[in-house]
């Protein structure tokens, strides 16, 4: 017969290993990330928004190389400001990789196009993509002590504005439970808005 402690052991030891698992260092990104291959338009097709302001919905990006071979970015998508007012909101980005062995992993410096938009800038982690279909993206903005992360967003991204297959939305499903973002994702709608 078990003692009430060994059973509360346990019950503690499963949590305890979903702590671990959710731990953003331990997170897996593309290996050998080709950001060649990355480029061109992608659209958002789901998403788990940070805390604070974020484009809702008609979310695209249009990835380039630069001639010195760094990836930039214009962004578009509609944003409410102000609670009231939504627009078209357009961004630029460039994306420094600091370790040439994880280029999956990169600083993205961001700013709007208009005086009203926020810059700034945010990690921009490359979790999995097969370059023809989809993409899903990751960014931890603040972690909180046991290496967690306390406000992220994350971005579904197709090549295609209707959405992605069903075999596509398999992997990508696994994908999100992987950086523990499971159920938290929103639809992007792409009505051409923007």
Known sequence: MRSAGHICLLLIMPSLGLAHNCIVDSF????????????????AVSKKDPEGIFLQDNISAE?????????????????????FWVICADMIAQFTVS?????????????????????????????????????????????????TCADSYSIVFSRNPQ???PSIQKIVHQKQKDICLSG???????????
């Not at 897996?28 to 659209?43: H, L, N």
């Not at 938290?184 to 923007?194: R, W």
Request: net charge positive; aromatic share 16%; proline share 5%.
């Open 63 to 83: 990835y380039i190389l630069g001639s010195d071979g760094t990836l930039l970015a214009t962004s578009q998508g509609r944003v409410k400001l102000f609670g």
């Open 184 to 194: 938290h994702f929103k639809p992007v709608l792409q009505s051409g808005a923007c």
């Open 163 to 165: 959405g992605l297959p």
């Open 99 to 147: 370790d040439p062995n994880t280029p999956a992993k990169m600083y993205m410096t961001y700013q709007g196009l208009a005086s009203y938009l926020s810059s700034g800038g945010d990690e921009y982690w490359v979790i999995d993509t097969d370059y023809n279909h989809y993409a899903l993206t990751y960014t931890c903005r603040s972690l909180k002590k046991n290496g």
């Open 28 to 43: 897996s990104v593309k290996e050998d990330f080709d950001p060649t291959k990355y480029t061109g338009k992608w659209y």
